[in-house]
């Protein structure tokens, strides 16, 4: 056999083999598919989905997993336009304030996440799932149910100002992609989530401080979801306490498609990425070549299940649960 | 499902409570029908007050619950004197809060409830009978159901019809597009009444607009993210052939402009419906050609009122015609022309309703197709 043609290799690069095929696919149907126009339109549609995905993978690495995403997601969305508002109302002024502040406030409640589920040993499913709640619900008392918008043109140029054609918004999520990927592979940190990951007890035999390194892992999903609540209202002008909502099916998918295992210790920020371009491709395509309503939600089902085959080594483990 | 069996139980422990404490005052007989059903209306003298809904997230819910404690504080009580019973979209969570407010309040109850699906207003209404409370609904009930086969328990029911408005909106909008080029429809969750009934007024008014193309319609869930991916997905495949957009709600239209404004394109026709106040403004500022207002403040509050009123005794439901039982809620077109009209009189000073008015605003009995 071929040095390059590994079976390894092969399921390494599945992911991205499936998003190329749905490429030649959807443009085999409709050539209008493939133009820079849709692929401007696809990234934009990707942007907060990437960086919630983005931060749940650290999770998913350590093999636990994070619901709490559309309630930080809404509720970082909401505050994000409260205080932008009460900062200035612009960037120029003193909205851009908002930003960092922000960032902690999602780190804020990562770190409280993380928390409740290792302190208080509440597995990680529950523990986030009910901060998610806890984070919806603060949305809505603060919002009453309204919507609250923002307005302001400078800000705005994140959708509208676009550079070799893509918006500025998809340069900010590549420069956060790359900074995932940097904790990723040149820190400690990084490297630790996979020591997690792979084998707690031994990670743990080895003198690492797996707790530590849990509530960090946290912290930084807490702020890629503010990150994500940000763009949301970059990409909709409003923030409302449901504007995080859909995230947590999208994001878990997506990083599930592009081949990180939900077991812990495989895959990572680029899989991510090619699960979340891969999930946006089939809900752009499928209207794009006019495939009918009803048959969409079946088929993007039906579509993720081929994916997960294709990129995932389910040989090296034993059982599934 | 924990907490339908915990409030199975407690429902199951406070009635048994209920008719212990009655039997030992010597009250059993008055207690029984209120606890073994029977559906003996009795007139309450202050009965509770309640109103259950699915969230406090909308613009729209919010607004319902207003016009419910308006009511309430008109008779003289704090606003919290109305308990909401939220479902969060569950039908079994709504009927376990509704059955749990009558026990609780030994019948003595005047409801008001969207029963958040069609088949979930029967056993509501069942409830309300075998205890001796009122129910007004709204919205969702199965077309054999009618408050009339319940007695007095079953007030009234108030839906709205989306076709007619739908299909006013969407001449306006082709009137704007100058009778001419493609339409797309941007649609609510697909097995929604009201997501159906407003396309179908799009269709209606099609037919007098040949040279008008329906290029898609596809469900967008009421959601704003949703409509901007879908928007841009039209984009590709229709690209310059979209000279207007038809939305179900005003949420859609918030992310069908979005994805417009992304790629530059400025001055297209849309049309919207729910006429909530960011709506308002924008068919004010000429972004939006026109919205549909549905006066969810009026319906809040005069669903309650009926149920109350059945309840004191001030009108007895089943000697009250049919069209009084059953009836369309009001709606009122918002355009260019009037809405800055229609913001200062609905939206920036709410109007002080007469809650005894119980059927002026509404708009003919219900129409079985």
């Known amino acids: ?321 | 499902m924990s907490t339908f069996i915990k409030d199975f139980i407690e429902r199951e422990t406070l009635s048994r409570r209920n008719f212990l404490f009655a039997s030992a005052a010597g009250l059993t007989t008055a207690a029984m029908p209120g606890v073994f059903g029977g559906g003996m209306a009795r007139a309450a003298t202050d009965p509770a007050l309640a109103w259950s809904y699915r969230d406090r997230a909308s613009a729209y819910w919010n607004s319902i619950v207003s016009g419910g404690e308006a009511f309430t504080e008109s008779l003289g009580k704090p606003k919290d004197a109305m308990t909401s019973l939220i479902n969060e979209g569950s039908s079994e969570k709504s009927l376990a809060d509704i059955k749990a407010f009558l026990a609780k309040n030994n019948g003595a109850c005047a409801i008001a409830c969207d029963a958040n699906d069609s088949p979930n207003a029967r056993p509501v209404a069942e409830a309300a009978q075998a205890a001796g409370g009122y129910v007004s609904t709204i919205w969702n009930k199965t077309d054999d159901a009618h408050p009339w086969d319940f007695g007095d328990n079953w007030v009234s029911h108030m839906s709205w019809s989306d076709e007619k408005p739908a299909e006013e909106t969407a001449r306006i909008l082709f009137e704007a597009m100058g009778g001419k080029g493609g339409v797309v429809h941007l649609g609510g969750i697909a097995a929604n009444n009201p997501a159906i009934e407003r396309l179908n007024g799009l269709k209606n008014a099609l037919k007098d607009y040949p040279d008008i193309e329906l290029l898609d319609a596809q469900p967008a869930d009421w959601d704003t993210t949703k409509a901007a991916e879908l928007m841009a997905s039209f984009l590709t495949k229709y690209g310059d052939k979209i000279t207007g957009v038809h939305c179900a709600n005003d949420n859609i239209a918030y992310g069908v402009m979005e994805a417009l404004k992304a790629e530059g394109i400025e001055g297209m026709p849309i049309v919207a419906y729910d006429g909530n106040p960011e709506a308002v403004q924008m068919v004010m500022d000429g972004d939006l050609l026109a919205t549909v207002f549905t006066n969810p403040h009026w319906g809040g509050g005069i669903t309650l009122a009926l149920a109350y009123h059945a309840a004191i005794g001030t009108f007895k439901p089943s000697e009250e015609p049919n069209e009084h039982r059953e009836f369309y809620g009001p709606t009122i077109l918002v355009t260019a022309k009037d809405a800055a009209d229609f913001k200062a009189k609905y939206l920036d000073n709410v109007p002080s309703y007469d809650w005894t008015d119980f059927w002026g605003p509404s708009n003919g009995p219900i129409v079985y197709k």
């Open chain 1, 1 to 321: 056999m071929n040095r390059y043609l590994t079976r390894e290799n092969a399921i390494r690069w599945a992911p991205l083999m499936v998003l190329i095929g749905l490429v030649i696919l959807f443009t085999a149907i409709n050539p209008a598919f493939f133009s820079q126009r849709n692929f401007a339109r696809i990234t934009v549609a990707a942007a907060p989905a990437l960086m919630v995905a983005i931060g749940v993978t650290f999770i998913i690495v350590m093999g636990s997993i994070d619901l709490s995403m559309e309630g930080t997601v809404g509720l970082t969305a909401v505050l994000f336009c409260f205080l932008f508002l009460a900062t200035g109302g612009t960037l120029a002024v003193g909205g851009w304030v908002a930003m960092p502040l922000i960032l902690l406030l999602g780190a804020a409640i990562g770190f409280v996440n993380g928390l409740v589920h290792v302190k208080l040993r509440i597995p990680s499913f529950m523990a986030s799932l009910a901060i998610g709640f806890v984070g919806t619900g603060a949305a809505v008392l603060v919002t009453g149910g309204d919507i609250v918008k923002i307005d302001d043109d400078t800000f705005r140029a994140l959708l509208t100002w676009r550079i070799a054609g893509f918006p500025l918004m998809v340069y900010v999520v590549g420069g956060f992609v790359l900074l995932a990927w940097f904790i990723q592979s040149h820190t400690t940190l990084g490297r630790n989530f996979y020591a997690v990951g792979g084998g707690e007890e031994l990670a743990h035999a080895s003198g690492l401080n797996v707790r530590r390194v849990r509530i960090m892992g946290f912290v930084l999903a807490g702020m890629f979801y503010a990150v994500a609540g940000i763009l949301q209202v970059a990409k909709l002008g409003q923030a409302e306490s449901v504007s995080g909502a859909n995230f947590m099916f999208i994001s878990i998918t997506s990083v599930v498609v592009g081949g990180v295992a939900l077991w812990g210790g495989i895959g990572g920020v680029w899989n991510t990425v090619v699960g979340v371009l891969i999930v946006n491709v089939i809900n752009n395509g499928m209207v794009v070549i006019g495939l009918p309503d009803f048959l969409q939600d079946g088929v993007l089902g039906l579509l993720v299940i081929v994916a997960v085959v294709l990129s995932t080594d389910r040989r090296s483990i034993s059982f599934v649960k």
